[in-house]
């Protein structure tokens, strides 16, 4: 049997490490939004973005499962919600990048969602310039 005292002792010594894990975890360049603590992001470079913020927070998968199979089996390459379309405005200015640096957009979402990100293991993350055209 452990005393009292002992077990007292325990529980706080656990509830500091749990405490302190949970402020090791938390995102600190992030900015307290209306939701709490949110994902640090550069700014997009263009205007408007071709939907709302939130819409395209919650949609932004299926709008680019949808442009892919387009792309697939159609051979449609532009539109709105094309990768390509994404990376262009998206890119950080300091990387150059949608997911060099863990404050590029996509990188930064995704860690703040803790969600895996596999799209750039075969897609460019990089916008590409007007100078390198692939023939």
């Given at each position: 049997?452990?005393?009292?005292?002992?077990?007292?002792?325990?529980?706080?010594?656990?509830?500091?490490?749990?405490?302190?894990?949970?402020?090791?975890?938390?995102?600190?360049?992030?900015?307290?939004?209306?939701?709490?603590?949110?994902?640090?992001?550069?700014?997009?470079?263009?205007?408007?973005?071709?939907?709302?913020?939130?819409?395209?927070?919650?949609n932004?998968?299926?709008?680019?499962?949808?442009?892919?199979?387009?792309?697939?089996?159609?051979?449609?390459?532009?539109?709105?919600?094309?990768?390509?379309?994404?990376?262009g405005?998206?890119?950080?200015r300091?990387?150059?990048?949608?997911?060099?640096?863990?404050?590029?957009?996509?990188?930064?979402?995704?860690?703040?969602?803790?969600?895996?990100?596999?799209?750039?293991?075969?897609?460019?993350?990089?916008?590409?310039?007007?100078?390198s055209?692939?023939?």
């Amino acid at each position: 049997m452990v005393p009292a005292v002992l077990r007292r002792h325990l529980r706080a010594a656990a509830l500091a490490l749990l405490v302190g894990v949970g402020a090791a975890g938390a995102v600190p360049q992030g900015d307290v939004g209306t939701r709490g603590l949110e994902p640090a992001i550069e700014p997009a470079r263009g205007g408007q973005c071709v939907a709302d913020p939130a819409f395209m927070r919650r949609n932004h998968g299926k709008l680019l499962k949808h442009q892919r199979d387009d792309t697939v089996h159609l051979g449609l390459r532009t539109g709105p919600y094309s990768l390509k379309a994404c990376i262009g405005c998206h890119a950080s200015r300091t990387t150059g990048s949608v997911a060099a640096a863990r404050t590029d957009f996509c990188q930064g979402c995704h860690a703040y969602a803790a969600v895996q990100i596999d799209c750039f293991e075969c897609h460019a993350s990089k916008p590409q310039t007007l100078g390198s055209a692939q023939p």
